[in-house]
């Protein structure tokens, strides 16, 4: 089991940044590779980013390649996602999801996530 608290979620204006954290308890983090998930009120959650168990393979939703950058600290069981650029169309629920399957995550499966955080990006 491995449980996800995330944070770092706000409201930021169009062309701003936001860093958002995950932190990790349970099993050994570094067991697990890592992603983060997104929802829009009234989508479905979307695949935002994964990266693997020591950082060395990441991936991306195309749409946010460039944008988005994902990273994680195995010393603090903490994984991150930097938002640059911000557009109103990024507003939603952020998830942190775990596995132990990197290729899960890119397929938006996963075994575990977090309550989510709010990112509002007003125009």
């Known amino acids: 089991q491995v449980q996800l608290v995330e944070s770092g979620g706000g409201l930021v204006q169009a062309g701003g940044s936001l860093r958002l954290s995950c932190a990790a308890s349970?099993?050994?983090?570094?067991?697990?590779?890592m992603g983060w998930i997104r929802q829009a009120p009234g989508k479905e959650r979307e695949f935002v980013a994964a990266i693997n168990w020591n950082g060395g393979s990441t991936n991306y939703a195309d749409s946010l390649k460039g944008r988005f950058t994902i990273s994680r600290d195995n010393a603090k069981n903490t994984v991150y996602l930097q938002m640059d650029s911000l557009k109103p169309e990024d507003t939603a629920v952020y998830y942190c999801?775990?596995?132990?399957?990197?290729?899960?995550?890119?397929?938006?499966?996963?075994?575990?996530w977090g309550q989510g955080t709010q990112v509002t990006v007003s125009s």
């Open positions: 349970g099993r050994t983090f570094r067991s697990y590779a």
């Open positions: 999801t775990a596995d132990d399957n990197y290729y899960r995550l890119g397929l938006n499966e996963y075994d575990y």
